[in-house]
């Protein structure tokens, strides 16, 4: 236990553990922004196409589409993310040049993630209600309309919810990719704390990692309530603590 | 003018199909207040969804101003549908969005200037008569307040027809006749025809001025609802009009009359002085008045004597009272 303490201590005094952690909190930050970024607009559009293009969507897709789509989401969504990540490294040599370091993690961290979006924005945009939709098609509203101008705004709070979700899970990837090459903060918890045996600094490496994750995810809920117009002021702390539950069980899945 | 022909709208179902409307043939003329009615899953939703082809039909046709709508590619569709107005029951308001903005979306989908739209947003609110709430959200309103808001939606594409899908289901019985007031306004001020699908005679009685009886997926009649109220032909119509009136199974009478009374008559003296002035007890096994647009209509069924001649004594001087239609019931379950 002292030794820990030690160890902490080294890691609040010593300016070059100070520099590898702001470089490793850089890099953890930055990795799950990118990936982040990319992975909710590939899934967003894999989700639109999923709810849009079912037999009773708004704009019907040819059913073998649909199902070669479901397919490779589910598919992708199985693949446990280390194993992924091994598959999808030489991918990321083509694409960034190095099959090591931050950048080369984020391509698998989007290609993990983005099905886990598509999904997350899929049950999302099935919660709006059918009967609006109709109401809007009884307006003549194109079905490019009705995505753009009533699917998504209607369930703006809930993708902000769907949004911080997923930034939430990418950090953990990320932090999985520290064991293969991966920087950031993943990176030192695992050299130091598994390679090394100095529990003090992967401590503090994780103690980092929940501060970040809590902020995420205070700032996002605060802005999907703050964005959701179907409650009233009186009612919003029920709400909050509602979409916080359903978050926590969005997050709680079997690979992570 | 609306005209429904052969309208059939059959559904896929695990055992089989299922016919939701069978048939169908209705005209429905411009500035009538048109109600259609039945009992729940008659086919009036089906029916109503079929006119802006929300639903589309199986086979027949659904002419708009002598415009096949079955027949007209989806863009040419949608233009179609901007002149044909919708409400419905949940109100189906966009809820992220205020009042206003609700109001201004169908004038936002057709390509409106935003000023314009706004504009014309707010003589909507006015004639609506919520002029306060352009800034609230629909979360914020009561049910009839959203039913108003989505009233004035309807409204904001200029439409020529205007469909109530059991749109006053959802309210109280004064806010029912507030909206139904706030319809016929609208109706007699533009020129609107209105397509009003309800499972409430009520409704009927309040504001239309023909009915049209839906059961089965199929029309069992129509005409004005004077015509229908006052003498319903089938027994789907005799349901709805007088849904609780009598109960046919329990009485027992050889002779029955239904006679009605077109307005004006009161009709207690009438069995009185038939009994004083004939002397006949006649047995009154069910009776009903209503209120249809401000006329007076009531009917009744009696149950003449066993005996013929003081039956046809009756009957007799029921036909000689004017304002009153007396008719046989060959058809009375004794």
């Known amino acids: 236990m002292d030794k820990v303490l030690e160890q902490i201590t080294d890691v609040l005094t010593n300016p070059r553990m100070h520099a590898e952690f702001l470089d490793g909190i850089w890099e953890t930050v930055y990795a799950t922004v990118a990936a982040t970024a990319a992975a909710c607009l590939l899934g967003l559009l894999l989700g639109i196409l999923l709810v849009v293009g079912e037999k009773d969507g708004v704009r019907p897709l040819p059913a073998p589409v649909m199902k070669v789509l479901n397919f490779v989401i589910n598919v992708l969504r199985s693949v446990p993310f280390l194993i992924l990540m091994l598959m999808v490294l030489p991918l990321s040599k083509v694409l960034v040049g190095t099959r090591v370091g931050t950048i080369a993690s984020i391509p698998p961290l989007i290609i993990a993630a983005a099905p886990f979006v598509a999904r997350l924005v899929e049950s999302t945009l099935r919660e709006v209600d059918k009967g609006v939709l109709e109401a809007a098609q009884a307006m003549g509203c194109s079905p490019f309309q009705i995505v753009w101008k009533v699917i998504l705004p209607e369930s703006l709070p809930a993708l902000i919810a769907a949004a911080t979700t997923s930034f939430i899970t990418i950090l953990s990837y990320g932090a999985m990719a520290g064991a293969i090459g991966g920087g950031g903060l993943g990176k030192i918890a695992i050299n130091y704390g598994y390679n090394k045996y100095n529990y003090g600094v992967m401590l503090v490496s994780v103690v980092l990692i929940v501060i970040l994750v809590q902020l995420i995810q205070s700032i996002g809920t605060h802005l999907a309530l703050r964005l959701d117009r179907r409650v009233r002021l009186a009612e919003k702390k029920g709400r909050l603590r509602e979409i916080q539950k359903k978050e926590r069980t969005a997050r709680r899945r079997p690979g992570i | ?334």
């Not at chain 2, 589309?56 to 549908?81: E, H």
């Not at chain 2, 119509?237 to 002779?255: E, F, I, T």
């Open chain 2, 1 to 334: 003018m609306i005209e429904l022909r052969q309208l059939s709208k059959t559904f896929p179902t695990s055992e089989g199909s299922f016919d939701a409307l069978k048939d169908v043939n209705l005209t429905i003329s411009d500035g009538d207040i048109f109600g259609v009615v039945g009992m729940s899953g008659a086919g009036k939703s089906t029916l109503v969804r079929c006119i802006n082809l929300l639903e589309r039909p199986s086979s027949g046709q659904v002419l708009i101003d002598g415009q096949d709508m079955t027949a007209l590619a989806p863009k040419q569709l949608r233009q179609m549908r901007r002149s044909i107005g919708m409400i419905f029951q949940q109100f189906n308001l966009l809820m992220q969005r205020t009042c206003l903005k609700n109001i201004c979306f169908p004038m936002e989908i057709a390509g409106m200037d935003a000023a314009q739209a706004r504009q014309k947003g707010m003589q909507l609110l006015e004639i609506v008569g919520l002029p306060d709430k352009a800034g609230a959200y629909p979360v914020q309103l009561s049910g009839g307040q959203k039913q108003r808001i989505a009233i004035a939606r309807a409204l904001a594409s200029d439409p020529k027809v205007l469909l109530c899908d059991e749109a006053t289901s959802a309210l109280d019985p004064t806010t029912t006749r507030s909206i139904l007031r706030l319809i016929q306004d609208i109706n007699r001020r533009m020129g609107i025809t209105v397509v009003i699908i309800t499972h409430e005679m009520a409704v009927v009685e309040e504001i239309c001025s023909h009915v049209a009886i839906l059961d089965h997926g199929r029309v069992m009649e129509t005409g004005t609802v004077e015509e229908v109220f006052q003498n319903p032909q089938t027994e789907a119509g005799r349901r709805l009009v007088y849904p609780d009136g009598v109960r046919l199974d329990q009485l027992s009478a050889a002779n029955v009359v239904r006679i009605a009374f077109n307005g004006g008559s009161s009709y207690e003296p009438l069995i009185a002085s038939l009994a004083i002035d004939c002397g006949v007890k006649v047995n009154i096994l069910g009776a009903d008045t209503r209120n249809v647009n401000g006329q007076a209509f009531g009917t009744m069924l009696l149950g003449l004597p066993q005996d013929g001649t003081e039956a046809a004594k009756a009957l007799a001087y029921l036909r000689a009272q004017p304002d009153v239609t007396v008719e046989e019931v060959p058809d009375y379950h004794g």
